[in-house]
């Protein structure tokens, strides 16, 4: 079982930098591809980020590349998701994963695959 918790949600201007958090504790927790996800009010969760353990194996939603930028510490079985040049639009709460299957790159967006999930961060871009 791997526990999965997020922080580092708030409210910032359009154009701001957030950075959110997640510690995944649990055994093996250091080997998991981890997500984020979002969804904002009325909308379905949407993939944002992946990385896998291999730390250059990562993927991202077109509308946040140049903007995001995931990264783990695997001697923490923490990830980060660096966002920066903030927009409304990406109001949402915003999620973090866990997955222990075994993934090609491409399918790391998958909701779908991901078994752990945290509670959930809200991150707010408003002037």
């Known amino acids: 079982q791997v526990q999965v918790e997020e922080s580092g949600g708030g409210l910032v201007q359009p154009g701001g930098s957030l950075r959110l958090s997640c510690a995944a504790s649990?055994?093996?927790?250091?080997?998991?591809?981890m997500g984020w996800f979002r969804q904002a009010p009325g909308k379905e969760r949407e993939f944002v980020a992946a990385?896998?353990?291999?730390?250059?194996?990562?993927d991202y939603k077109d509308s946040v590349k140049g903007r995001f930028t995931i990264s783990r510490d695997n001697a923490k079985t923490a990830v980060y998701l660096q966002m920066n040049s903030l927009k409304p639009e990406d109001t949402a709460v915003y999620y973090c994963a866990a997955t222990s299957r075994s993934l090609i790159t491409s399918s790391i967006g998958r909701m779908a695959e991901y078994d752990y999930w945290g509670q959930g961060t809200q991150v707010t871009v408003s002037s």
């Open positions: 649990g055994r093996t927790g250091s080997r998991y591809t």
């Open positions: 990385i896998k353990r291999d730390i250059n194996n990562v």
